[in-house]
């Protein structure tokens, strides 16, 4: 730092007389020096003690300031450093001053507060605080090219409260035991990097206060910071970007309360908090992000801690995508209302998978994504709602994986088009609302539903069996050349449990019977199976209709009694080839031989019923078959033999049919 030599007296120094300096102990820099010596202040401004509100003096008055309100900066350098002018406890405390020259102070140790008011350092070089150690530092509502003031150590307390810097503010490594207060600063200029506010690894007990229309010009710097209290950006504006097109960057950053970021703060540029640690919230209500940076993401707070709940609601508005994945949040994911205008690389606009979120996420009240939204692998102990939210395409929600303690509320704005992926998610209770046309769930394969698990339905609105195995079928799409069928069976046995256990057991059997049926529209199957799908569906209903079999056999029994009653009733008798039904035994000893119509007593009499019994039935045998037979030989023989290989055949599958579909051996549920 630049040296002022100690002098026996205020007004000779060594390199000749102090401009201004005419004997008199009325001019400017012997006020200093008074009012130092009583703790008082010096106000050259005069008027009304100002308010903390109250806008800083116009560049161009201050400008205009002359030798009445200047002092050099050695002199101040000198009385904050040296020990020849005695200092009171309360420090040097000065409103309304020039600041003439550069103020240097690098590695000294200030031995009382510094207080600046309305002041104005007219130096074109920044003021330069690097290594020092100063108990109060303020300099409000002043005028300076800009502060370097890395590794500084401030005991109490950091205020630029309302003051404007035309060079980078540099706090990088501070050490600042109160608050850092920086309310209605602006920093008009930036670094060669393009940053304003350069403040990494700053430690900071108390709040860090960059609110009340704060405005940077360049990024903001706070990666590794460790804050006790609240970091407070309400209604801050920053104007531009770093080279990475980031705005705020503060990865790492260790928060005691909360991080505010509301009413109309906004960036143009993106917002860093990867791996940042917030013991309260972090409040992005009414939040703008206007700029994306180079992987055109607005908001970026992956594997960030939160305390408390993360608020992206009130309008909030960001450029491109918003990113938490890995993140653990205590309170709720809100994001009510909040507008996603853009996407990255990869189409996404909210990217959540892995986060953990011990309250509900709220993606509703006219939420709106211009991208996919991401909840792969998340866990959420409340609800998952996406009421009134308005999602895109071609890919709308990808949420497999996720694990959901209660509802899963499903009622956007409008129809969803976009791929909706709800693949082995877990969720309590699956509340839709089905007054609106298949309640907006996506159709045609864009719903993936396969190890979906939900333990009941809920809503005002419930859908209707058939309207839920419609929504089980948007899973499928039918096969095609080049493209594997995608048929999945759990969805529908899901929901033929669920049914079950809500006491629907006739929707049970029915989505049961669908599950089979669909398969032959959407498995790709072979004409084998195809065919035997087919005949389980038209004759037991895959058997959960067994009765259905029973009535087939007995239609069967039934045409094989009119094929055995015809018969009988063929012209011709037995010694003649023309009768159809003939003994089946030898009867050239029997006199008269014995016909189907009349009956004798030599022989077994032959009984249509009976016959058709022992045709139909295969477990029951009364003795017809073996004593009587068709003569193939006789007029319209043969086609009685085939009627009767028809009805056996049949008999056979229908009796077997009933039989496994009552023991439930073709059932597999």
């Keep these: ?152 150590v401030v005991t109490k307390e950091m205020d630029l409260t309302r003051s404007t810097f035309t060079g980078a503010v540099r706090l990088h490594g501070a050490d600042i035991t109160g608050q850092l207060s920086c309310r209605g600063a602006k920093i008009t200029d930036t670094d060669t990097d393009n940053n304003a506010l350069v403040a990494d690894g700053v430690k900071v007990s108390g709040d860090v206060f960059l609110d009340d229309g704060f405005t940077a010009d360049g990024a903001v710097r706070l990666p590794g910071a460790e804050i006790a209290g609240t970091l407070n950006c309400s209604g801050a504006k920053i104007t531009d970007t770093d080279t990475d097109n980031d705005a705020l960057v503060a990865d790492a950053v260790k928060v005691g309360g909360d ?91 909210l990217v959540t998978d892995g986060v953990k979120v011990s309250g509900d996420v709220l993606l509703d009240d006219g939420f709106t994504a211009a991208g996919a939204v991401r909840l792969v692998g998340a866990s959420v102990d409340g609800s998952l709602s996406l009421r009134q939210a308005i999602l895109a395409d071609p890919v709308a929600l990808e949420a497999q994986g996720t694990r959901i303690g209660q509802q899963l509320l499903w009622a956007p704005t409008r129809a969803v088009t976009g791929l909706v992926n709800l693949d082995h998610v877990h969720v309590n209770r699956l509340d839709d609302d089905w007054s609106k046309d298949g309640a907006y769930w996506p159709v045609e394969g864009q719903l993936r539903l396969a190890g979906f698990v939900y333990g009941g339905f809920g809503g005002k609105h419930l859908a209707t069996c058939q309207q839920r195995l419609d929504w089980v079928r948007s899973q499928h799409r039918k096969p095609s050349p080049g493209l594997p069928a995608r048929f999945g069976a759990q969805p529908y046995e899901q929901l033929a449990q669920v049914y079950r256990q809500m006491g629907h057991e ?69 010694q003649n080839q023309d009768a159809v039904m003939v003994p089946a035994k030898d009867t050239s000893s029997l006199h008269p031989p014995p016909t189907a119509l009349d009956c004798r007593a030599n022989y077994p009499c032959f009984y249509p019923l009976g016959y058709a019994m022992d045709l139909t039935i295969p477990i029951i045998k009364v003795g017809q078959a073996e004593n009587w037979r068709i003569n193939g030989a006789a007029a319209w023989g043969l086609a009685f033999v085939g009627g009767t290989w028809v009805i056996t055949g049949l008999g056979w599958a229908f009796t077997t049919l009933a039989v496994v579909g009552y023991t439930g051996l073709i059932r597999k549920d």
Aim: net charge neutral; hydrophobic share 40%; with cysteine.
């Design 259 to 349: 991080v505010l970021l509301v009413d109309e703060f906004t960036a143009a540029g993106a917002i860093r908090l990867h791996g940042a640690d917030i013991t309260g919230q972090l409040n992005c209500s009414g939040a703008k992000i206007t700029g994306v940076n180079t992987d055109r993401n607005a908001l970026v707070a992956d594997e960030a801690k939160v305390g408390g709940d993360v608020l992206l609601v009130d309008e909030f508005t960001a450029a491109g995508a918003v990113r938490l994945p890995g993140a653990n949040i205590t309170g709720q994911l809100n994001c009510s209302g909040a507008k996603i205008t853009g996407a990255d690389k990869d189409n996404n606009a």
């Design 1 to 152: 730092m630049a040296s002022v030599q100690q002098q026996p007296e205020f007004g000779e120094w060594s390199d000749g007389p102090r401009p201004g300096w005419n004997g008199s102990l009325e001019t400017c820099e012997q006020s200093v020096i008074k009012h130092a010596v009583i703790g008082g202040l010096l106000d050259r401004e005069g008027g009304a003690a100002p308010t903390v509100d109250q806008f800083p003096i116009e560049l161009e008055t201050m400008q205009a300031w002359g030798a009445d309100r200047t002092i050099r900066a050695e002199v101040l350098q000198h009385l904050l450093t040296e020990s020849q002018w005695t200092v009171h406890a309360k420090g040097v405390r000065l409103r309304g001053v020039r600041i003439s020259g550069p103020l240097d102070l690098e590695s000294a140790t200030l031995r009382c507060p510094l207080v600046l008011e309305d002041c104005y350092l007219d130096s074109k070089e920044p003021v330069v605080l690097k290594y020092s150690t100063v108990s109060l530092l303020r300099l409000v509502r002043c005028r300076l090219a800009g502060l370097t003031a890395d590794m500084l």
């Design 506 to 574: 006739s929707d049970a059997r029915r989505v049961a019977i669908a599950r089979r049926n669909d398969l032959r529209t959407y498995g790709g199957l072979g004409r084998l199976r195809l065919t035997g799908n087919w005949l389980l569906d038209i004759t037991v209903k895959h058997g959960y209709q067994p009765l259905r079999a029973v009535g087939m056999l007995f239609a069967v029994f039934v045409a094989a009694f009119l094929l055995s009653w015809g018969a009988q009733h063929q012209d011709g008798k037995a």
